[in-house]
């Protein structure tokens, strides 16, 4: 049986090879279609939704929008294909991960193109995101195949811990990162034996249903299924009772909403909810060395970014140069379309998020905080008055009790608060719901960096940098940051498994 399925498998691949028209649909303003069964279609009713170019604020493109039909026939082939994939071997389900790769790469200018004008972010930083979707499928290669650990043995008895797939998983992305999101919960799904069926935002939907132009080539049909939509789609996806692993990156909100409807069948969640990052800058740190880098962390993709800073903590016989530097940093920055060469920063992605950012700096000045650069919404290139550009912006005189302090802004903006001692400072990082990331700088990031980092309540906490986390090591938070963790080699494979003992009587 085993020579038949890896028979199988290679006759798919050696004829989807062959398939190369449908390469011609990969461009921003293609026929884009998405993946349902080992098919490219268009929604049941013909029914699209545009896609907006935050640099100007009008359309350049439609996608399908998904009706609950077309998730059916998605879940119904995922769930029979799955009856064949998770008895696939590990060797077959990596050679499918490092074809998709090297399509990926083979595609990365127009897919990065894309990317850049849906999201905003500048080109070069799309590329990068559209070659990290290959470099995961590597990484992924090296850790996937989960073999069975014999957890005790001897004369008489033996004890197995076994990993077997889940079945049907369900991936809901978010509108910042949308291919490395769509890599973090399609890859994992896959290379572990289960099938998975994707929903990007209806934000930045267009790269990632670019996706389905590639995957159609390697995967057997029903493997993988990417469907675009509104937020019914999201809804229908967690209440289907075929799905029985709902992965979802984006809102704390609509994470709490997940787990309340997905608790009723007992429903795998796995919820990655953004955070409120504070970054403590201790008396010691040697403010020029530092002041470059907090910037770079804190805005970052413009400030959206979960993990970025979103609080800075700075003690108050440094706090005046440490808010110059940033307002000289905010005020050298070149923000503008995506696909501009001289472009650091872009747009905010939507109009709903530009006029939270505003509503948020509005509020901080009201209550006594103030701006020392940036602080209003603008139009770059002169020509775009719908654009969603807001100016990178410094808030001193921040205080707990702002909104801009208490919530994530999620936003090229960020409040620099003072404090007298560490203490205080740690205390109040932590008054917080959220608890993904954290940072301490100081010069002595062994001594008291270390010190300071082990109080802080967050999933991950860094000494001297933020964001950047290490491959070797998960990503996910605690408190309302969310459940479950991904990456870090086999840890986050193991949220797309379940666990099987075996107890052998060998007499």
Request: net charge neutral.
């Amino acid at each position: 049986m085993a020579v038949n399925r890896i028979s199988a498998v290679t006759r798919h691949l050696t004829s989807a090879s062959a398939v190369s028209e449908t390469l011609s649909l990969l461009s921003p303003t293609g026929n884009h279609r998405m993946l349902i069964g080992g098919k490219l279609s268009g929604a049941a009713n013909n029914a699209s939704i545009p896609v907006i170019n935050p640099a100007t604020g009008k359309p350049f493109t439609s996608v399908p929008d998904a009706t609950k039909q077309d998730l059916d026939d998605a879940v119904s082939s995922a769930k029979k294909a799955f009856q064949s994939w998770s008895k696939t071997s590990y060797r077959e389900r990596a050679d499918c991960l490092m074809k998709f790769a090297n399509l990926v790469k083979e595609n990365a200018q127009v897919l990065g193109r894309a990317l850049s004008m849906e999201q905003g972010k500048p080109l070069p930083y799309a590329m990068a995101e559209v070659m990290g979707v290959a470099s995961a499928c590597a990484e992924l290669v090296k850790h996937g195949d989960l073999q069975p650990k014999i957890t005790f043995e001897d004369a008489k008895q033996r004890a197995e811990l076994h990993y077997v797939p889940r079945g049907v998983v369900g991936g809901i992305t978010p509108w910042n990162f949308p291919l490395a999101m769509a890599a973090n919960k399609l890859l994992p799904a896959v290379i572990t034996g289960n099938t998975v069926i994707l929903k990007p935002s209806p934000y930045t939907p267009l790269s990632t249903v670019m996706l389905s132009e590639l995957a159609v080539q390697v995967f057997p049909p029903g493997v993988m299924n990417i469907l675009t939509g509104g937020d019914g789609l999201g809804q229908w996806m967690v209440e289907h009772p075929d799905i029985v692993h709902i992965t979802f990156t984006g809102s704390q909100a609509t994470g709490q909403k997940i787990l309340k409807t997905g608790a009723d069948r007992i429903k795998k969640i796995t919820l990655e909810l953004g955070g409120n990052d504070a970054a403590i800058v201790l008396p010691d740190a040697d403010i020029k060395a530092v002041a470059p880098k907090l910037f770079g962390r804190a805005f970052f993709n413009s400030g959206q970014v979960c993990v970025a800073i979103k609080r800075l903590y700075v003690h108050e016989s440094q706090y005046d140069s440490v808010v110059g530097a940033l307002k000289q940093a905010a005020e050298g920055s070149v923000v503008g379309d995506g696909l501009d060469k001289k472009t650091q920063f872009g747009p905010i992605n939507n109009k709903m998020q530009l006029h939270r950012i505003e509503g948020l700096v509005h509020d901080a000045v009201q209550s006594g905080a103030k701006v020392v650069a940036g602080g209003h919404r603008f139009d770059p290139t002169g020509k775009n008055p719908d654009s969603y550009f807001f100016q990178p912006t410094i808030v001193a005189d921040a205080r707990e009790g702002m909104r801009l302090v208490d919530e994530e802004q999620f936003g090229p903006v960020l409040p620099v608060i003072k404090y007298r001692n560490v203490d205080d400072a740690i205390a109040s990082a932590n008054n917080s719901d959220f608890g993904l990331g954290g940072s301490v700088w100081t010069s002595d990031p062994e001594g008291k960096g270390a010190d300071v980092a082990r109080r802080v309540e967050a999933g991950m906490v860094w000494v001297n940098d933020h964001l950047v986390s290490h491959p070797t090591t998960p990503f996910g938070g605690i408190k309302l940051s969310g459940i479950g963790r991904e990456g870090g080699g086999q840890i986050g494979l193991l949220e797309f498994v379940d666990m099987k003992s075996f107890k052998i009587m060998k007499k």
